[in-house]
């Protein structure tokens, strides 16, 4: 007979291998992974309430994590199927212009309800109602304008109907907000998605109103499911989360997202995201240099000496994208010394860009010479003069204009008594900003120029862009795949900078190849966006980047490239295509293989998994076979144990009480 405790122990041994195996499955993937994201206003305070139809204070990356449109944007102006698997277009009757979609079968939303062409009209029921067309709302790009219907066709076909020919139309549908897909699930009985804080919004014809009720929940198709905000006094989770409001001394901790396992474009390969906040860019440098945080993504995460600092240690690695859009500084034509044409030439030859670049922003980045890079569409356009740093021509262009330096070579200008005084409005919180308002402001001293800096929260800030209260104010054009129709659109929008900048710009000037007035310019966008002729529309294209180049609007410091730190227990990591698409679902732990590289593996498993499953096995095998000899022996009555034994203890047994506790402990 063999012992109990033979076939107890071996038992045991055996239970240990297969949770060796169990665990090889659980535990490839299986870890979260910790990010400090860029935020629209500097370092990441919060997600908000995730709303997929609103703005402000939604931030672009989570809800792009969440959320997901008909069509994607692939860089360089490709157009890839997202939610629509393919599309065709047509001229239809009386001069309109129809896209038909058929859209991706047997995808699901986050709550298991499924994707459907009746789901897509809801959405776009909500965001395109009558009464939120307007500028305040969806009306600041072009394309709620142009879509007169859509409908649908069958369960996958999807018609949207546009009132004229649109070339920007499938580039705009890939935008992060605000026509990216909700769950039918998640939308209000009696009233429209468009966020509780908007309120009941009447057309301006009081024609139509919108019931602002707000979604229900987060629910997306996207990789990544919302499950928790943990704040400094609780734990905010799928249910609130769209109606949480903070309190006053409530601070966001860390915000929870898992991987999505049923993502129609392949399951993350890790377990999900954990997103922090740092109160500092010192913080985020340190969580780095430890070990608790793993990305650190985008240039308003962490200051460019601090990137530098990051190049230096050894358990991380650094990258940096291609250009993405561009910095600049809007300079207001229409607002005390800066109406004046040669005022405004003399900020934008007075300025040293490429000193600002090399000691603010680690000289990771081009020196721009236009709004636009020369890469986009459209931008490929010779523009004079070069807008470059020349100290002794500003210094002419001012002494031309009348503004006089004091007789001791130093000090403010004036003229007619007025100084040459400027407000420099930017966001406090953002530490680029900080450090290139610096600079602008020594560079303009030397000529003569006082500049009073304005630090500002981003609701202040944005109100006095908007009230064009300001001289010199901060921007970035909108980058892929807003540039540059989109961001050239949002000129005539007065919620921007731009609108308020340019309303000094005149038709009178001589010397100038397109004199143009506000009103002129913001025909000549209108007219571009539906040129169908490609020859007419980039001789368009010229003429609208040539007025503001030579009416000195917006001072281009430099093309702007995203940065990103990786701990080295990841890889995967590649670049999104604009400024704020965090393709975070690529990263993987270091050393296991990606879904990509590992087609042929019918069973899905990563090679990681693949290697455990395989050690466990050989061990337990290995188990089986020794308690197969130790049986054997026991069979033969040359126990491998007995000679082992104490030899008091040698042809006694063990009693029954022991045995059991053996067995119980294994």
């Known amino acids: 007979m ?49 709303s997929p139809h609103g703005y402000r204070p939604n931030e672009f990356f989570s809800n792009n994590w969440i959320y997901e449109g008909l069509t994607s944007y692939g860089g360089n102006g490709e157009i890839l199927p997202a939610l629509a698997s393919s599309w065709t277009e047509r001229d239809g009757p009386n001069g309109t212009y129809i896209i038909s979609f058929t859209l991706r079968k047997d995808v699901k939303f986050h709550d298991g309800t499924p994707w459907n062409a009746e789901v897509a009209a809801a959405n776009f029921d909500n965001v395109l109602a009558k009464a939120l067309l307007s500028e305040d709302y969806h009306g600041w790009y072009d394309l709620p304008s142009r879509l007169t219907s859509w409908e649908v066709k069958d369960e996958f076909a999807f018609d949207l109907v546009f009132n004229s020919p649109y070339y920007p139309a499938l580039q705009e549908l890939t935008y992060i907000r605000p026509l990216r897909m909700l769950s039918k699930a998640q939308m209000p009985e009696n009233g429209n998605t468009c966020p509780r804080t908007w309120g009941t919004v009447e057309a301006a014809d009081g024609s139509a109103e919108a019931i602002c009720e707000g979604h229900i929940s987060p629910i997306g198709t996207g990789p990544y499911v919302f499950v928790q905000t943990i704040t400094n006094k609780r734990v905010i989770g799928l249910s609130e989360v769209a109606i949480a409001e903070l309190e006053d001394d409530e601070v ?39 070990g608790s945080l793993d990305v650190a993504y985008g240039t308003a995460s962490m200051t460019a000496g601090d990137f530098k600092e990051a190049t230096k240690l050894s358990n991380l690695e650094t990258f940096i994208s291609p250009p993405l859009n561009t910095r600049l500084v809007v300079i207001n034509s229409a607002n005390g010394p800066t109406s004046s044409l040669s005022v405004r030439k003399a900020i934008v030859h007075g300025i040293n860009k490429a000193s600002m670049i090399s000691n603010d922003l680690g000289g990771i980045e081009e020196v721009a010479h236009s709004v636009f890079s020369r890469n986009l569409p459209y931008c490929d356009v ?38 040459l005084s400027l407000e420099f409005i930017y966001v406090k919180d953002d530490a680029v900003q900080k450090a290139l308002e610096d600079d602008v402001r020594k560079d303009l001293a030397e000529l003569g120029i006082d500049v009073v800096a304005v630090p ?211």
């Not at 004079?384 to 130093?410: H, I, Q, R, S, Y």
Request: aromatic letters at 8%.
């Open 252 to 290: 966001v901790q860390e915000v929870h997202f898992d991987a999505n396992p049923h993502y129609w474009g392949g399951k993350p390969e890790h377990a999900g995201l954990i997103v922090r906040r740092y109160n500092t860019h010192e913080d985020v440098l340190n969580a780095l240099s430890v």
């Open 456 to 666: 500002l929260p981003k609701d202040d800030w944005n109100s006095r862009a908007q009230n064009g209260d300001f001289s010199l104010a901060f921007s970035e054009s909108w980058g892929s795949p807003y540039d540059p129709h989109s961001f050239a659109a949002s000129w005539r929008v007065p919620d921007e900078a731009s609108f308020a900048a340019q309303q000094g710009m005149r038709n009178d000037i001589e010397g100038l190849a397109e004199p143009m007035n506000k009103t002129e310019l913001d025909e000549t966008i209108s007219r571009v966006l539906l040129t169908e002729n490609i020859e007419e529309r980039t001789e368009l294209w010229k003429k609208i980047l040539t007025a503001i180049h030579e009416q000195a609007i917006y001072l281009p410091i430099s093309y702007l490239a995203n940065t990103a730190v990786i701990n080295r227990r990841l890889d995967g990591f590649e670049f999104g295509k604009s400024q704020f698409d965090i393709p975070a679902h690529k990263l993987r732990l270091a050393g296991q293989m990606s879904a990509t590289n590992n087609e042929n593996n019918s069973s899905g498993l990563s090679g990681g998994a693949i290697a455990g499953i395989a050690i466990a096995s050989c061990l337990a095998l290995a188990a089986l076979v020794a308690l197969a000899v130790l049986i054997a022996r026991e069979k033969r009555g040359s126990p491998v144990f007995a000679p082992l034994l104490p030899k008091q203890q040698q042809g006694s047994s063990i009693g029954l009480d022991d045995e059991n506790e053996v067995a119980d402990k294994a």
């Open 382 to 419: 010779d523009l004079f003069p070069l807008m470059d740093f020349d100290f002794e021509k500003a210094k002419l262009l001012l002494d031309a204009d009348g503004w006089v330096m004091p007789a001791n070579g130093t000090g403010i200008r004036s003229k007619n008594g007025t100084l």
């Open 2 to 50: 063999v012992p109990r405790t033979l076939v107890s122990a071996s038992k045991a041994a055996i239970i240990t291998v297969t949770l060796m195996i169990s665990s090889s499955f659980a535990d490839q993937g299986a870890e979260m992974i910790s990010i400090s994201p860029s935020a629209q206003t500097g370092l990441f305070n919060s997600v908000g309430p995730l």
